[in-house]
């Protein structure tokens, strides 16, 4: 995979995971996303985001998306 | 119901890819050292068969050779080319590294080619063609079968002229016409080459769009 570029795009998958008592293995059979990919999207290291994944993520974890997404300047 | 036949690269095809380039690098090496231990006295000059020979142009005021050969069709004519085989029986190592120079850059630059295509072929067995480094490969592939079939002829060129002015006579010589002809250019391996740069372009793209997939959730 390529370097990480700092883009200070946060995701809050972790704390809503957390809050909804579930985990990665059952949020990503719900989606229909490997568990590989949605760790990469967890652990900061994904580059993008298909707008179904999101759609499907904010579906299961019943929230916005801008409560998954987050800005923070470096 | 019909059947649509679908071409696939299998394993096999990557092992009997890599076996090809392998036996292609090696067949090529074994040519070059040849070349290599022959612009030394130590081999007997007659092992090189043609290359010990050059073609020139005849001088103008040569008459062609008779040519006693029957002809059936109608209106043909058969006439002998203007041109003289000169043959170095014992040369010089000069003349040696001269009569082998051409043929020596030309197998320099397929040993090249094939050797990136070789380590191409790797990535591809890896399942991960598309990385940066084939990119860079693809460009080196082209611009050397681009160059290469410019550079033998010309290269043959130079050398021709220093063995005929070593050979013949100048004063009962007028010295070849000095330059490449249009007809010595291999114009399919320069169509080739200018293709390749046209694939390598692609490859940079599909590199790209690769990158930006990579990383995609």
């Known amino acids: ?74 | 119901m019909s059947t649509r036949t679908r071409l696939a690269w299998s394993k096999a095809d990557d092992v009997v890819l890599r076996g090809l380039l392998l036996m292609g690098i090696a067949a090529t090496s074994l040519t070059g050292l040849f070349l290599l231990v022959w612009t030394t006295p130590l081999l007997p000059a007659d092992t090189a068969g043609e290359l010990t020979t050059i073609t020139v142009h005849a001088p103008a005021a040569t008459p062609p050779p008779p040519v006693d050969v029957p002809v059936t069709g109608e209106d043909v004519e058969v006439r002998a080319t203007e041109s003289l085989a000169v043959t170095f029986h014992d040369p010089t190592l000069p003349e040696r590294l001269l009569l082998v120079l051409p043929t020596l850059v030309g197998v320099a630059a397929t040993l090249l080619v094939l050797v990136v295509l070789l380590r191409m072929a790797r990535t591809l067995a890896q399942g991960d063609p598309f990385v940066p480094a084939n990119v860079r490969r693809m460009y080196v592939v082209a611009a050397t079968v681009t160059v290469g079939s410019l550079a033998v002829p010309l290269v043959r060129v130079f050398t021709d002229a220093e063995l005929q002015s070593r050979a013949l006579d100048p004063d009962g010589l007028v010295l070849v016409a000095f330059g490449v002809g249009v007809g010595e250019v291999p114009f399919p391996l320069v169509f080739v080459g200018l293709a390749l740069v046209a694939l390598a372009e692609v490859f940079r793209r599909g590199t790209g769009l690769r990158e930006d997939v990579e990383g995609l959730v």
């Open chain 1, 1 to 74: 995979m390529p370097p990480e570029e700092a883009t200070g795009i946060r995701i809050h998958l972790d704390e809503l995971l957390s809050d909804r008592g579930m985990t990665l293995t059952e949020l990503a059979q719900r989606v229909g996303v490997t568990v590989v990919n949605l760790s990469v999207l967890k652990n900061g290291r994904a580059r993008a985001i298909r707008f179904s994944t999101l759609a499907a993520l904010c579906r299961e974890l019943d929230c916005q998306p801008g409560d998954l997404i987050g800005y923070e300047e470096d």
